[in-house]
């Protein structure tokens, strides 16, 4: 499948470009599925109004409001508990899976719990992540941005890239998310890695990885 692997979410007009070229048809004609899942596991988001602004796609959320012929809610803590011939067709024929951020070792559980980590490789969808819905792609997410611990107490994630982000550089909301405290992340993860603003996303076609940013990033 096709990733784009945002910070922000669909912020500005390149990133905006660069979700219709792989959708190769217009959004307005593009079925959608969100995944507020992660939400759930990070004490500063759900459960509560803002898993509930995320599905809404309000105020002005840049994944579910860009105008998508439909949207449903594939919620993964769900999917366990009912047959996969319920739910594995319905994503199996969306054009893309838009991922919120949260807390990315939740995330990573619960698509290994439901099934859907290893259905996506096989998926023609576009999939658009958040914060930690892009974070979980990588191979690990390192101790800066561990907060809920998996039964496995370690923090590898689904390893769908060869790289790691550090999200929301110089976030004003996240004083801590400096370049320097990047660059120091970066010490402790094994490969490659990013560090990524709200403005920038990264485009990963066939294992080939694209920078599409309007704002402040660095590979380190």
Known sequence: MKLLLTSGGVTNRSIHNALVDMLDKP????TALCI??????????????????????KPG??????G?????????TALPSIDKDRWVPLVQETDVLLVSGGDALY?????????????????NAVYVGMSAGSMVMAPEIGEY???????????????MVDFSLFAHLDHEML????????????????????????QTAIKVIDGEAEVISEGNWKQL
């Open 175 to 198: 004083p801590g998310n400096t370049m320097a405290a990047a660059e120091k992340w970066a010490g402790g993860i094994k490969g490659p890695a990013y560090a990524i603003d709200d």
């Open 107 to 123: 995330l990573c559980h619960w698509m290994r719990q439901s099934g859907l980590a290893d259905l996506l490789p096989s998926l």
């Open 68 to 76: 998508w012929k439909s949207v449903g809610v594939l919620e993964l």
């Open 27 to 30: 959004i307005a004609d593009s």
């Open 61 to 66: 959320n840049p994944m579910v409001d860009l």
């Open 145 to 159: 941005f561990v907060g809920w611990t998996p039964p496995s107490g370690r923090d590898e994630t689904l390893s």
């Open 36 to 57: 507020p899942t992660a939400m759930y596991g990070h004490p500063w988001v759900g459960p509560g109004v803002k898993v509930w602004e995320f599905i809404t796609g």
